[in-house]
């Protein structure tokens, strides 16, 4: 284990974080993430005025999620050779028309449509604000990642509460009402941007240059590969909890809809923990311990899930979220220092993957609650944590870097 060196931190490393741009960034994230958020906490709410089975609702979250997954890796790559710095006010301009759309929707085409217009936002938004946190990191990624993604942890947490005291009580017409805050992002963002573009254009006067890979190319293939069967594991479980948590807790242990939000909730905010907690950690101690713990040492609790009752059900979610949730900061940094000079790219990559299998992972898992009952499908997706044991496989990139 060793502590981040000054070459792995690069030239940023001789600044300090710019806090102020991090905490906008941060509150973006939340306030995009809560938006995003609507769209699952009210599932059970469309489910019974649309009478639609699991599956459609799997569609729903698998169009949301493939959406976003698809463009987001383009529009990474796109903008590590043109940086759009003000591309984020005009994502989150698309994801305020989704919600409007959503609405107002009077059919299940509809609600398709509003779920592709709030993940191409998310597509938008995701890769430029990653990297905009990388710059603004003063050497510190783990750190200014953590702190960004967990403003979206805390919005995604957001979801299920304002779902339960929101739009349960007043229906379908209030998520309207949700376009304020993406009006206040697009106005925080647009601030963002001119510090962006500030930012790119001493960068380019000054000619910074970007590290050599410090592994041959055959082998960040290879450990890319390793990197997306770990996304692979923990957004395939989290799509679990994220999409079908209420509805395990509304059949299994006969609670209101109500309770099953704030349960809900409960987890998310141990998600939100746990990212904030994960990126400042491999910092310190390195990206490859994390990545592995994370992983891997969430097995003992997705294990006994299953069979727990109410109350410890709740218990166990919450070290579940801690410790699957510390992974991506770690994943993300690794892969961008993996990759130099791509962090647009890789940050589309991961961002998209992640948003793939979540809805990927959603339908699945929707056809086999259909098929073989909710309870079946914990029992199932209990033994995703094993795919952990890959880090082993990962090279460790300050020994390489010191060699």
């Known amino acids: 284990m060793s502590t981040t060196t000054q070459s792995e931190r690069g030239p940023a ?9 991090l905490l906008a ?20 709410i469309l489910k019974t005025k649309f009478a639609l089975t699991f599956g459609q609702v799997g569609l729903i979250a698998l169009t949301f999620q493939i959406t976003a997954s698809l463009l987001q890796p ?31 929707a009077p059919v299940f085409a509809a609600l398709l449509l509003a779920a592709a217009m709030v993940g191409m936002g998310s597509a938008v938004f995701h890769p430029e604000a990653s990297r905009t946190a990388r710059a603004a990191s003063g050497g510190r990624l783990g750190f200014a990642q953590s702190f960004f993604q967990v403003g ?26 949700f376009a304020l805050a993406a009006l206040l992002a697009m106005a925080v963002l647009t601030t963002v941007g001119r510090w962006s573009a500030t930012h790119q254009r001493r960068r380019a006067a000054r000619g910074s240059a970007h590290a050599a890979p410090v592994v041959s190319q055959q082998r960040v293939v290879a450990t890319i590969a390793v990197l997306v069967l770990l996304i692979f594991s923990k ?22 809809v109500d309770s099953a939000q704030v349960h809900l909730f409960i987890f998310l905010a141990a998600v939100a ?26 097995f003992p609790f997705t294990f006994a899930l299953p069979f727990a009752n109410l109350f410890w059900t709740t218990v166990l979610t919450i070290p579940i979220g801690l410790i699957l949730a510390s992974a991506f900061s770690a994943i993300l940094v690794y892969a961008t220092e993996l990759m130099p000079g791509r962090v647009g790219a890789v940050s589309g990559l991961f961002f998209g993957f992640a948003f793939g299998m979540g ?33 082993g496989l990962l090279p460790d990139l300050d020994r390489h870097r010191g060699a």
């Open 152 to 177: 979206g942890n805390c919005g995604s947490a957001m979801g299920p509460l304002l779902a339960a005291f929101v739009v349960l009580p007043y229906g379908q017409h209030s998520v309207a009402w």
């Open 235 to 256: 957004y395939f479980y989290l799509s679990s909890l994220n999409v079908y948590y209420t509805f395990y807790l509304i059949h299994h242990f006969g609670v209101s």
């Open 273 to 298: 923990a746990g990212t904030f907690l994960g990126g400042p950690i491999g910092d310190r101690i390195g990206r490859r311990y994390v990545i592995w713990g994370s992983i891997l040492g969430v």
């Open 359 to 391: 809805g990927v992972g959603a339908a699945v898992l929707g056809v086999l609650a259909d098929s073989w009952g909710i309870d079946a499908v914990y029992r199932l997706c209990a033994f995703l944590p094993l795919m952990g044991l890959l880090a």
């Open 25 to 44: 960034l941060s509150f973006s994230h939340f306030l995009n993430d809560t938006i995003q958020s609507l769209i699952p906490s009210i599932y059970p």
């Open 74 to 104: 383009l529009v990474g790559v796109l903008t590590d050779k043109r940086p759009m710095p003000y591309s984020l006010a005009a994502g989150m301009g698309v994801s305020l028309l989704g919600l409007l759309v959503l609405s107002r």
């Open 13 to 21: 490393a001789a600044t300090t974080a710019v806090i102020p741009v």
